[in-house]
């Protein structure tokens, strides 16, 4: 789910002992559309093919850019449902501002000790309880403003923290259940901009990888096929040391259809290594 006003991310230091303490997850989902033929598929009215559809959730592991839990279902579930069913116990989680507008699971997932970073929607209703200073380095990450808050107008969630940063002429409000001493305000603004990198890799596992065309029409089948195109993408990954550009998928291509040898293939695949 993305939005106009984010930005591509900035760099994070995976070597950062700051960062390192958690697996931050972006959480996300993307949608499929679905072949006519599936009515499990179906939820709701629309131009034609515009209401069914199939939808990946998934957890993208931020810091070693790869996906670590998925699931397929209608496109008509709740990502924010879905994504309660499968968070487990120490959890840390980016979300984009669909995940920041339920204010009871903010204070679930705290009991199941998960960490988060969310995106607020500028509406939201922020009760500042404390304001906190800023250091040279949240300045240079572009956060103006930080502070102890409750949100909520009427039933207020525990106390939480609350990040503004300005950046390229837009703003973010960002929510955070750590305190300044265990996630800076600078990472939170940058860890919240390394949130598209999820949306980059449904680009990429979508446009590259090719996984467009439905061979199967059951709810089983269509799983098996992302499951199968995410294990092929993470076994490229490993074979080449990052993720393959569109070149490489051409190569494996002409591999597949006969046209090139493994031997070709193999040094063509070292050559754009190079």
Not at 61 to 86: Q, S
Request: charged content about 25%.
């Amino acid at each position: 789910m993305s939005t106009a006003t984010e930005s591509r991310p900035e760099t994070v230091e995976a070597t950062d002992p700051r960062l390192k303490v958690r697996d931050w997850m972006a959480q996300d989902g993307t949608l499929w559309r679905a072949l006519p033929r599936m009515s499990w598929a179906l939820y709701g009215g629309g131009r034609a093919g515009s209401s069914r559809a199939v939808k990946l959730h998934l957890s993208l592991h931020l810091l070693e850019d790869k996906p670590v839990r998925g699931t397929v279902r209608r496109g008509k579930d709740c990502e924010r449902a879905v994504w309660h069913e499968r968070w487990e116990a120490g959890d840390a989680y980016v979300g984009d501002r669909y995940y920041g507008e339920d204010y009871e699971l903010l204070d679930q997932l705290a009991q199941e000790f998960c960490a988060y970073v969310l995106r607020l929607r500028e509406q939201a209703t922020i009760t500042v309880e404390e304001e906190l200073p800023l250091s040279q380095a949240d300045r240079l990450a572009g956060v103006v403003r930080q502070a102890w808050v409750r949100l909520g107008r009427r039933t207020r969630t525990q106390r939480l923290r609350v990040v503004w940063v300005e950046a390229e002429a837009h703003s973010l409000i960002l929510v955070t259940n750590l305190g300044p001493e265990e996630l800076p305000a600078e990472l939170v603004s940058l860890l919240y901009r390394r949130r598209w990198q999820v949306e980059l890799f449904f680009r990429w596992i979508k446009c590259i990888l090719g996984c467009r065309h439905w061979l199967a029409e059951s709810p089983e089948g269509v799983a098996l096929q992302i499951y199968l195109a995410l294990i092929a993408a993470l076994l490229l990954q490993l074979y080449v040391g990052k993720r393959p550009s569109k070149r490489m998928m051409e190569l494996i291509q002409f591999y597949l259809l006969g046209v090139a040898t493994q031997a070709e293939l193999t040094r063509g695949l070292e050559q754009q290594l190079q």
